[in-house]
């Protein structure tokens, strides 16, 4: 069973910056693909980007593109999302991705899909 911990989350003005954290434990030998994903108020789960672990693939979601950065401690166990330009499109839960998937579902179009195992991290972006 795979935890995780979201945080980094709080009300920003647009144009500012968040970095969100995700610190996991448990069993994580067999997951090769990780990322965020995002659900605003009212709206559908998407995929923010995903991170194929077995060659370093990554992908952003086209709204994000050039604004965020996906990162890794290895030693401390830790997923980062540094957002910067922020939005109030970008308002919503944020969600890391442990999951074990192929190159070919391991994309950021398919990998809100899943299961996700944390509780999430809210953003809010005022005008």
């Known amino acids: 069973q795979v935890q995780v911990v979201e945080s980094g989350g709080g009300s920003v003005q647009g144009g500012g910056s968040l970095r969100l954290s995700c610190v996991v434990s448990g069993f994580t030998v067999n997951k090769n693909c990780m990322g965020w994903i995002r659900q605003a108020p009212g709206k559908e789960r998407e995929g923010v980007v995903s991170?194929?672990?077995?060659?370093?693939?990554?992908e952003y979601a086209d709204s994000v593109k050039g604004r965020f950065t996906i990162s890794e401690d290895r030693a401390k166990n830790t997923l980062y999302l540094q957002m910067s330009s922020l939005k109030p499109e970008d308002t919503a839960t944020y969600y890391c991705?442990?999951?074990?998937?192929?190159?070919?579902?391991?994309?950021?179009?398919?990998?809100?899909?899943?299961?996700?195992w944390g509780q999430g991290t809210q953003v809010i972006v005022s005008p």
């Open positions: 991170v194929y672990a077995v060659d370093g693939t990554t």
């Open positions: 991705q442990i999951l074990d998937l192929t190159s070919d579902y391991c994309v950021v179009r398919s990998i809100h899909m899943y299961k996700n």
